[in-house]
């Protein structure tokens, strides 16, 4: 029997150059930042990372500086969803060469599919696939919301845990009371505000956007859920509400948390806010207040560290 | 003063071996057919030729292959929307070298973005970009159904038609009537059902995916529709109807009519129906009554042609 | 045989005293100002007459002073459409009683339903109705769209004419397709732009709302294009075009088109501008360029008579 | 300092005859079974009463007769809301004077607004109204989902707590951050599946439909909840999850709740399932199937006391 995979596994944003290549030692400080705030897993390519939107020169680089930063100090997942069926599995191929552990999988993302499609995609995709397989539930950008019959497909077909990023926590609680019995599955959170709730009633982890910038927070709030111990859980609560209050509504974009996140990061001499279009990095102003808020809300206490 | 970009304009279907490689016995079977039909243009690597969902080798290949083959008969468009910015760039620049006429672009479809998200993408894009451009709004697939700011900003940076796939014939006609004025500006419907209303009032072409099964019909339709032959147009527009409800209505997934034109092709001899995932093929069931339909709808006289 | 529905059928405006009774002067002014401009039948308590905000009592009053003042001179259709479904059936009688010639019906706008819960609502309601139905499709308002198979259900129960408010054209051609053997049922459009399409490809008549400023533009563009007068179509067709751009689109709340019609017709002196809540007058600025601009329009020639 | 309204609040089902008149017995019979379970408060004319289906008369003779049966002994909130402008405001003071306590007002359900436009719906409504509000966010029903800048208007305006039945967790979470300093406003959660969450983390009591059916499982939650028992919290929550799994999910419409909570009182002998277009009752075979569901659930002991 695996153990499930489970705790704080931060969707790592990706470091990048003016000239849109990999900033490698913006990657080994991002890096060394999560890992000395104690996280369980790093998951790279997903929503956070800007993975869709990265060259294919440049997610291959990523996957391969990562695993060998990272060195087996922790699980690296892989996220290779692409609306493009062969390079699914080229990269699914490419991350298993390079030693990551967990590959991540939303639906193709161009064409509008039923559930039963999206079932006849994985039945044909999962066998294809070298590495235990995430599936990732996020219909703001993949249109389709995966039901409960899909994810008992997929897990028939060996799946080995979902992240849920729908923002549907009725659905997610289903879905938990569902796989209750099955102790290989693993149940792991996409939104920040749900973690202790969802930690708290039988979920195994967490994949948090914050956890780029306050690492060590959310390992905290993450051990204080499974030990329920609900005082530190309401106080820790709170500063992720703030975080979610004071740094991502800084605009209204639907992307805000990803550009406050990245350059939130930048703020903290960490790495640059360089993103890849669609996505925009916040300008100077924007910038300014972003530095105010994120020193009261104490970048040193909650990163875990002292390397301001 | 360049001529804008008129007539019919089918997106063709890629024909695939079962191996998903290109099959270059069929796309010169289908190029000969559309040709045949009297196409003004063909649009190749759009959401009929499941374009987002091929390998980047098989897109690569296919537009080399329709550019040998098509060899200046007629204009070529080149689908080269993705979610990957770079990748958007580097299809351009190939699809330009093979010696491709137009790039087709959509917005880049993993993020939801707004419109003024998409202005500040095209205005880092378009200059990067060495054909002409042809903008593609079809939200259902892209989650952003492109506002008249956003399509103005677009023809101040170059643009030279709009391809309109939304749905939406409202706000189309406000865009028509904004650009009146501009004579080097196209607009090309996407919803064959419109085709007739869109040319008659100003309107200048058509990508119609039925235009795969019989491209003839539907440059006889566009012929009436610009010459305003009210009686040929209500005789061709009803068999347009006809191919609508009789053929595309087989099933009631998001993609029908995608899969119908594949499966026609292949009960015509064309082409075979190998579809890439997440889209599937016809099962034999229902390719027997599409078979059917289609002699009922009368094949030969609406391909053009005889080549049954 | 009956003959079937046609014509110009503006969604009349409800006028309104500042303490929100009936406005009957004003009533008097718009039905004189409507009729003189040739329209072919009024439609009141529709969603532009603002039907669902409005007290019962003042609805009632609306129906006994409008069969009053129009007395025959064209039909009167009157809007029923209800959550409560007693409410519906108790109105639809006292319509009848008042001489209303039309009952127009759309979904209960409360709950979300499915077709096969609109069939069954109108399944037992149809045959309470002591008049000839229309059927209305604004999902926009209702959530629900109706479908084809929902219009024929509701066909076979007795409905007179579906009223199409859904923009979907796709649909409605459709939809107009199934019905073209049947004469006796009609196809009003509610979109002002597809108007002469809808006509021309076979529909019956317009429930537009800016027949409320501008009567008669609408009943020479019905007129054109029943008559497929191409060039007097192409002509008028672009005034519409211009009164949705310069009139409708003041503000973009999903409702600028209602609010700006009831400030048209304060403008031209017919009736004042009270709306009810939730929607709301537009202040004075906006109406000073209201003003400006529906005098560049040419109020007079479009209103087809000289009040001002 | 008012204390807030909190507890468990049954969003009561409307007891009716085969006529669509009140069933008295039926409602005394409900509120006894609601009482004896431990309601802290009682909640009609709302979504599970199918309040806005009702007739006028109805509304009326239901609010007189819950106060009259209720006598004090339990808080009463009645809802108010409407398209009808006027229509609400009369019901509100036809709530007062019949000796309820609480009004219970969602936007008006017609009309697409933004919202600022409910913003100034509520600035014109509020001080009309004659007893407490409560705001109720059901954009699944009103097409609005008010957010955090429109609640806050409102409780400027004097509401006294916020029933939310949006499904958005996320958005309940930062609105309760945002009136956590606010002693005399609740938070009422519509939810079944988060109420514990709602409860541990702040919140003040919910609005459970299956409350109608265990009025006493939702109450022994409550208190659990509220007293951070986990133990006991996870076991009742498990029993609210399969009322949710078995009784809920016996058909897919919307509306599935609602009629099996009504249904399912039928099969207790409480009151008759008659349920008003377009809502439809269980056909015979569900019934039995529900029959058997309750009673593996343990009507008695989830009920609370023994009157099967």
């Excluded at 060996?158 to 009371?177: E, N, P, R, V």
């Excluded at 001499?269 to 916040?282: A, K, N, R, T």
């Amino acid at each position: 029997m695996n153990s499930p995979l489970k705790g704080v596994i931060p969707p790592m944003v990706t470091p990048l150059l003016q000239n849109l290549q990999l900033d490698v030692n913006g990657l080994e400080n991002l890096i060394s930042h999560l890992l000395q705030g104690g996280v369980h897993g790093i998951f790279i390519l997903g929503t956070n990372g800007e993975g869709p939107s990265l060259g294919y020169e440049v997610r291959r680089r990523l996957i391969v500086e990562s695993c060998r930063i990272i060195d087996g100090q922790v699980p690296v997942m892989v996220g290779i969803t692409d609306s493009s069926w062969s390079t699914v599995i080229e990269m699914a191929h490419f991350a298993e060469q390079a030693g990551a552990d967990y590959l991540v999988l939303a639906p193709p993302y161009y064409f509008p599919i039923t559930q039963d499609e999206m079932i006849g995609y994985l039945e044909k995709l999962i066998p294809e696939l070298p590495l235990p397989v995430v599936i990732y539930d996020i219909p703001g950008c993949t249109k389709l919301h995966l039901n409960l019959k899909t994810i008992q497909s997929a897990r028939k077909l060996g799946i080995q845990a979902l992240k849920d990023s729908s923002g549907d926590l009725g659905a997610l609680y289903t879905i938990m009371d569902a796989f209750k019995e099955d102790p290989e599955f693993s149940i792991i959170a996409g939104a920040e505000l749900f973690m202790s709730d969802v930690l708290m009633n039988g979920g195994h982890g967490v994949v948090a956007g914050g956890a780029n910038i306050f690492p060590n927070l959310f390992v905290q709030l993450y051990e204080a859920s499974i030990n329920k111990d609900l005082e530190t859980v309401a106080r820790l609560r709170h500063k992720v509400l703030q975080l979610q209050n004071s740094i991502y509504m800084l605009d209204d974009s639907p992307t805000n948390s990803i550009r406050a996140i990245k350059s939130s990061l930048s703020v903290m001499g960490i790495c640059s806010d360089q993103m890849v279009p669609p996505l925009e990095s916040f300008p100077e102003t924007k910038k300014k207040i972003l530095a105010q808020r994120l020193f009261q809300l104490g970048i040193k206490e909650n990163a875990g560290y002292e390397n301001q």
